[in-house]
């Protein structure tokens, strides 16, 4: 099968196709012209100075930053249940999502031979979990949270009191893998 377009056609379908184009383009234009600038791409909220201040935070490893409140493992496996298991597995081994529990020198990486800090573990938590509702835990269950997956990484033991004092205290074995940026001065460095 052979296509015959004849010359005058195809500038025409090709006009048409332009001025459709454009057409659409200013209507666009004019559309997006007379809306509120919050509204332009119909989604989302304004950030208001409430919700500023909700994700305005920064828990530096030394613990600086870290909120009033406390929490426990036990409380801890309670809110796991509920709100990681269905990502992490029952125990933070089985998935499906990243494993949480290493209690071995594998080559798998997990809170226990992993993360350097166990502030900077707080901050994350509180900060990107639950996957379906980031920051919507409170600092108590943050504080619980992270008690429980330190217990089971062998980090703290049971009964052990997370708070702003105790926490920057955990000793974490990767640290020594890690290299803090102390530079100071110049213009990149803040």
Known sequence: MRLVVKKGLLWAVLGLGGWASLSFSQSRTAAV????????????????????KAWDS?????GK???PGSGTAEKGAVLYAERCSACHGKTGVEGPNDRLVVSDTSKTKGIGNY???????????????????????????VYSLTAFLLEKNQRIQPGFVLDAQTLPRVA????????LDDRSGGPIIR
């Open 33 to 52: 012209g007379t809306m509120p600038a919050d509204t332009i791409y119909g989604f989302g909220r304004p950030a208001t100075a409430e919700r500023i």
């Open 58 to 62: 920064a828990i530096r490893p030394d």
């Open 65 to 67: 930053g870290l909120p």
């Open 115 to 141: 993360w350097p800090y166990a502030t900077t573990l707080f901050d994350y938590i509180r900060r990107a979990m639950p996957f379906n509702a980031p920051g919507s835990l409170t600092d108590a269950e």
């Open 172 to 179: 974490m074995p990767a640290k020594a893998k890690y290299i």
